[in-house]
């Protein structure tokens, strides 16, 4: 059965500095893994995924992701974070190699960017 | 605009009391699907759709109903609502259920049952 894990219920970091929000997973085949955002009294936006290829992936905001296949990893990261960028942070996965499964969502991490 | 479009946002009833969230999407997205978010949980799906007249449960379908009559719409129906049943509701939708399709998520509807 596939799986994700967000060991982190509230991230807190300063603004202007890096931010690592983590996220590791389980499937049987090839990992489908994605990055969702959730500001409040909002739905989840899409902000990247990796499905194949290069193990850094870029997305939307300035965030971007690197795929760890060895540590079953896909952390999300931004250089330099920014007030705004205060939101709730879910990581997905599906498994690649069963077509038709369902995307399986973690907790969710909070991110909190302090001025 | 492309959008996935829940109504209500917000509602507060009494238990037993039979209630509908809507979900209308724009996109032509053969894909539906609905899921609850609660704290410590994350998202949980409900039920899916494959396509029209095609549904089927996902990880916590009791005391919910679906219906897929057209293509844009996936209505979901508590039935009889219970106070364990309140929570946060995301509408969601793709392409297709499989590969590296995205969901695109409606805003949400928070229900609470009294």
């Known amino acids: 059965a596939q799986s994700v894990a967000q060991p982190e219920d509230q991230v807190n970091v300063a603004e202007g500095n890096p931010l690592t929000v983590k996220c590791t997973y389980s499937?049987?085949?090839?990992?489908?893994l994605f990055w969702y955002v959730q500001y409040p009294n909002r739905g989840l936006q899409f902000l990247l995924k990796?499905?194949?290829?290069?193990?850094l992936v870029k997305g939307s905001y300035g965030f971007e992701a690197e795929f760890n296949k060895s540590q079953t990893s896909f952390h999300l990261k931004k250089p330099s974070a920014l007030v705004s960028d205060s939101a709730l942070y879910f990581c997905?996965?599906?498994?690649?190699?069963?077509?038709?499964?369902?995307?399986?969502f973690g907790k969710g991490t909070t991110l909190s960017v302090s001025s | 605009e492309a959008q996935v479009t829940q109504n209500p946002r917000y509602l507060i009833t009494v238990t037993g009391k039979k209630l509908t969230v809507t979900c209308s999407q724009n996109?032509?997205?053969?894909?539906m699907s609905w899921y609850r978010q609660d704290p410590g949980l994350g998202l949980r799906q409900i039920y899916y759709?494959?396509?029209?007249?095609?549904?089927d449960k996902g990880d916590v379908p009791e005391g919910y109903k679906v219906s897929r009559k057209e293509k844009r719409n996936f209505p979901l129906i508590l039935e009889s609502p219970s106070p364990n049943q309140t929570s946060l509701y995301f509408c969601?939708?793709?392409?297709?259920?499989?590969?590296?399709?995205?969901?695109?998520f409606g805003a949400g509807s928070r229900l609470t049952v009294l």
């Open positions: 759709s494959m396509n029209v007249e095609v549904t």
């Open positions: 996109m032509n997205h053969e894909y």
């Open positions: 997905a996965v599906r498994d690649g190699a069963q077509a038709g499964t369902a995307l399986i």
């Open positions: 990796y499905i194949t290829g290069d193990n």
């Open positions: 969601a939708s793709s392409e297709r259920r499989s590969g590296a399709n995205v969901l695109t």
């Open positions: 499937v049987s085949g090839n990992p489908y």
